[in-house]
C-alpha cells in the first residue's frame, strides 16, 4: 500500500514538472519572437500546445519575410502562411493555409513588382498584359491582389438570351486598353489582315461566316468532325451533358453545344483580343488558364474535353504528356475526349503517336491529314482523333 502511495506522489510530481516545463518554454517562445503571438482565447478547447503552435507559425512568418525581404510586400502578405482562427482543422489537418502562387512568379522580379504594386483598397494598375504575361511564363496561379481592376467607364448590360449567342456585343461592354483593335468592327475586318494575330477571324460571328459554319457545315474533308457526329459517338446517346474546351477562342464551340443542352467551360487567353469578355458577353464561362496548370475539375466528373489546335507541337512533348493525363483524370469513365486538328510536322509522327497511345485512351476515330495551305513542302500535318476513357479498368 504504502508503496503504491509512493509511486501516486512521484507521478503527480512528474505531472507538475511536464507542465511547469511547457509553460516555461512556451513562455521563452513569446519573449524571444520578433512576432508577437495574440493572446489564445479562454476556452476549454485551447491548450497550451495550440498555443505553442500560433506562436511557431508566427515566427515562420517573420523568418519568412525577413528571407523574402525583396519580394514585394503584397506578394509576401498573400503567400505567407496565415494561422487558422480556431486553430488545428482535422479537415486539413494544420493550423494554418498557404495560399497559391505559382512557383515560377519570383523568378521574374520586375514583372512581380509592377504587378503586385498597388494601393491596398484602391484601384489595380492597368496592367492585363503584364498579367498574361506572368501567366504565361508560369507565374500561374497568378497571387490575388487588393485592389479594384480597370472596367469600361460605361459598361453596356449584356444582350439577353439567346440574341447573345450570336451578336456582336456593344463595343463600350469591353475595356480596350490592352488590345490594338478599339472596336468589334475592327476585330471582324482583321480577318483580312496579314498581320498575324491568333484566331484572327474567330470574333466574325455573323451569317456566312468561318466562325458561323464551323463544326457544324458538311464537310467531305476527313478532319473535320462535326458535333453532331460526335454526340452520337457517346454510350449512350445523350450522356454528353458537361464539358470544357481547351483554348475556346471566341466561344463558338461552348456556344454550339448550349444550343445541344451541353454545358461547356472553355479556357482562353487574351491574345491581342478581349477573349473572355467576349465569350461571357455570347452568355458562355470563360476560364482564364493556360494550357501548363492542372485542369481545376475533381477527377472523374466530364463527358467531354475538346481541343482545337492549342494541344499541338508547340507544346513541350513532356509538358504535352502530363496535360493528356490531366485530360484523362477528369473524364468519366467512358467520357471522350475530342482531339480536333492536333498540328505536326512528317518528322514528328513517331514521337507524339506513341505519347497519345501511352494514355490508355480507346480510339473511337482517328484521322492523319496534311496541312496544305502554306505549301505541300513543308510537311506539315494534322491528326483528329474522337478518344474514349475505358469504361472499365479505367485506372
Known sequence: MDSSRSHHRFSNLLCLFVLLFSNLLTFLLFSSSSSSCPPCPSSTTTTVAACATTAASASSSASSSNADASLPAEFVAFTSAQPLPFGHNPNMDSAEIHPPAGLACPLFPDDLAAFMSYPVNGSCPDDEPLAQRL??????????????????????????????????????????????????????????????????????????????????????????????????????????????????????????????????????????????????????????????????????????????????NWIPTTLLHFILFDIYRVLRPGGLFWLDHFFFVEPQMGEYVPVIDRVGFKKLRWEVGRKLDRGLELREMYISALLQKPLKNSW
Open 135 to 312: 501567366l504565361l511564363r508560369g507565374c500561374e496561379p497568378l497571387p490575388r491582389r487588393r485592389c479594384r481592376p480597370a472596367a469600361p467607364p460605361d459598361p453596356a448590360s449584356p444582350l439577353p438570351h439567346p440574341a447573345a449567342l450570336w451578336s456582336l456585343p456593344p463595343d463600350r461592354s469591353i475595356h480596350w486598353s490592352a488590345y490594338s483593335c478599339k472596336s468589334f468592327r475592327c476585330l471582324v475586318d482583321r480577318k483580312r489582315s496579314p498581320s498575324f494575330d491568333d484566331c484572327k477571324d474567330c470574333f466574325d460571328i455573323l451569317d456566312g461566316s468561318r466562325e458561323r459554319l464551323r463544326w457544324v457545315a458538311p464537310s467531305d474533308n476527313p478532319l473535320d468532325f462535326s458535333i453532331d457526329e460526335v454526340l452520337q459517338a457517346a454510350d449512350p446517346v445523350g450522356s454528353v451533358r458537361i464539358g470544357l474546351d481547351i483554348g475556346g477562342g471566341s466561344g463558338t464551340f461552348a456556344v454550339r453545344m448550349r444550343e445541344r443542352n451541353v454545358t461547356i467551360v472553355s479556357t482562353t487567353m487574351n491574345l491581342n483580343g478581349p477573349f473572355s469578355s467576349f465569350m461571357a458577353a455570347r452568355g458562355v464561362v470563360p476560364l482564364y488558364l493556360s494550357v501548363s496548370q492542372r485542369l481545376p475539375f475533381f477527377d472523374n466528373t466530364l463527358d467531354l474535353v475538346h481541343s482545337m489546335h492549342v494541344l499541338s
